[in-house]
């Protein structure tokens, strides 16, 4: 990667402000560190245009597929920046099964959907196999597909021919044409160019998909997606390290494609696809998956994709819990999203309808929030009017046991009487009974 000085010397140097920083020099640096797309300059030279977006572009080329994007991603570890996009999973449906069953299969993929942490955790994308081998046929499911299924598409066909027409009859889904090898790339990049969709590359190993994407971009095509042929854990681990230490630590650009895996379904197909989530795998298409191997698995790329250096979030807002009245008491807490569900949880268990309120301290705890200076009485007064809790009920105002020092402050603000509650979450059961008298 270029230096921000680098970067500085091929910029217009006006100081214009209009990329949104004060200076040349500054929006340099931000190109350097990835943070910001050439773009956003509006006086670039043409010609240096094109040789900073060439140097700012991430090692691993982002793909569009559908609404959501593979690849674009910087670094091998995300403890040194993050992880950008996260990996895509996808399960299969047979252009053979009738419009019935169609639905059927696209209504259990959508149902692999949990809330969890106050994040949404659900399937991706729906691969269409071109089982009957007729193209009028795929192309005729595909378009049944794409009126049931809102989000990405992968078609899954040898058949330049099919994969053209399927493609064509969703164009504007922006579909991923799966299935281009050795002996169909250039009609399939042909299909794949007529659609404006990107291609997915059946690879034998790194060698051949050095060979495949070198002779695509000599077509002048590169929205491509690499399965590197790993047929277990072993090969899946090794082929996508080498990739991407070839993409990112050497800057190779045949191996800078975001790779995915077909994995087929079952016990070995999860921790194959454990695998390609932990070892930069984009894509993951399954022939099935159960509800009780998706949620561990996406709890999994939750983790791995969450940026390190952000804390998990709660929206500072008024949560009623079983249905409060104006008498209810109120608690409150800080928008750390572990702290927020250990209290929910707790205050549920009371069976005491309560008001409780967030309040944003950045996602940082009780105690690291109040040390930091971002869980202080005035903070918390802003919260209450922000949600009017102070009109909704007269009961009373319970200050986390962490912070009892602030009670004082914060009581002579609101001219409300402020109880002091538990240090652990778990005594609040107990606590709400003494406090109501239930």
Known sequence: MPTAIEFFKLLPKTNCKECGQPTCLAFAMLLSN??????????????AKETLEEASAPPVRTVKVGDKDLGGETVLYRHERRFVNPTAYALTASDTLSSDALKERVDYIASLRYDRVGMMFEADMVCLRNNSGDAGTFASKAAELAGIWSKGIVLETRDPAAAEAAAT?????????????????????????????PLGLVCADEKDAVALTERCAAAGFKDLVLDLGASNLKETLERQTVARRAAVRSRFKPLGYPLMNRVGSGEYAVATAVVS????????????LKSYEALPLFTLRQNI???????IQVKQDLYPIGDPDEHSPIMFTTNFSLTYFTVRADIEKSKIPVWLQIVNTEGLSVLTAYSAGKFEPERVAEAFEESGVLSKSDGPVIIPGLVTRMSGKLQEIIGRKVIVGTNDSRDIPKHLRSVTGQ
């Open 34 to 47: 990835q943070k910001a797309t050439i773009d956003l300059c509006p006086h670039v030279a043409s010609d």
């Open 169 to 197: 009859a969703i164009k504007g889904r922006r579909p991923l044409i799966y299935g281009a090898d050795a002996s169909n790339l250039d009609a399939m990049i042909g299909a794949a160019k007529a659609a404006g969709c």
């Open 277 to 288: 989530t932990l070892k930069y795998g984009s894509l993951v298409v399954f022939d099935d």
């Open 305 to 311: 994709y969450t940026d390190p250096q952000v804390p």
